[in-house]
């Protein structure tokens, strides 16, 4: 009679670090499930002009408040334009937005953070000051503040968005650099004469971006969140340029008539928003290293 032979639960001993996170990830259900509403999400917006025949700008007024049908899968809105179209390119400029905004969070918030951290003192008093200026001020209310000085438009959504991510990202390196610039590796490169700036950006950075790359993730959704409320209050993209938070507020005049103008915006927001958290949820168990006897 043949043994049964059962697959491994565990990766073997001295496996790379990569392969144990990705193995990790990959056991993470919920991450899966983000991982996958993503890559449809991201599928569709990016090849939207290969299947799409319809203008999202394109206005006919003959076709107004159109139902689902064959020709408009997802109806008209009160302009008569496709909804499916403006839908997917909508998308577009969301994700964009989220993507733009965390990136300048980083690149402003996680060298502030890293500097603060290193430093310490007067520098240190400083950079937290500043952030906990920031802090006092909900996210959304940051950037409304932000967009109400600077201007409706998409770079200045971008730059309100984004500023409103740098405290996050200050806080969360900073408190890393905090334990990791005691570590034995940084006190031999100042043996060894190096710069601070070389330390800092050398040794310390690439040691503090696992949970960066989480918080990076995570703010990914929050910021597109951000972004759609404030095209919600007319404050976003202007129309008529096809964005998830502006589409929303467009159809909220309808929402009796046809609830469908507000429902499929707000259901690509959740699921946008739901993708991302549930990614930055699979990749916080996959890289702490608490979680590798897990």
Not at 9 to 32: D, I, N, Q, S, V
Not at 64 to 85: C, E, I, K, Q, Y
Not at 112 to 121: D, K
Not at 200 to 226: D, E
């Amino acid at each position: 009679m043949a043994k049964r032979v059962e697959m491994p639960t565990t990766l073997p001993k001295h496996t790379h670090p990569f392969l144990e996170g990705w193995y990790r990830f990959c056991r993470h259900r919920a991450a899966m499930a983000g991982l996958i509403i993503l890559g449809i999400m991201l599928l569709l917006v990016l090849t939207a002009p290969l299947w799409e025949k319809y203008d999202p700008e394109r206005q006919q007024l003959s076709q107004v408040l159109l139902p689902m049908s064959a020709a408009h899968p997802l109806g008209t809105d009160h302009l008569g334009r496709d909804m499916l179209a403006r839908l997917v390119y909508g998308g577009r400029l969301s994700l964009v937005i989220g993507f733009f905004a965390v990136a300048l969070g980083l690149v402003i918030g996680v060298p502030l953070g890293a500097i603060s951290g290193f430093r310490g003192g007067f520098t240190d008093l400083v950079i937290q000051r500043i952030a906990d200026v920031l802090l006092s001020f909900p996210g959304f209310l940051l950037a409304l503040s932000l967009v109400s000085i600077l201007g409706v438009g998409l770079q200045n959504v971008i730059i309100s968005v984004g500023i409103s991510t740098i405290p996050s990202f200050i806080r969360l390196v900073r408190g890393s650099v905090l334990s990791i610039r005691e570590q034995v590796f940084v006190e031999a490169a100042r043996a060894l004469g190096q710069r601070s700036g070389i330390i800092i950006f050398r040794h310390v950075l690439p040691n503090v971006m696992a949970p960066v790359i989480v918080q990076a993730t995570l703010n990914l959704g929050s910021s597109i969140l951000v972004a759609a409320g404030l095209g919600f209050l007319g404050l976003g993209v202007q129309p008529p340029t096809p964005e998830w938070g502006t589409m929303l507020g467009e159809g909220r005049q309808y929402i009796f008539r046809a609830p469908l103008l507000t429902l499929f915006p707000g259901l690509a927001i959740f699921l946008a928003v739901l993708g991302f958290n549930l990614l930055g949820d699979g990749l916080r168990d996959a890289l702490d290293p608490r979680m590798k006897q897990v």
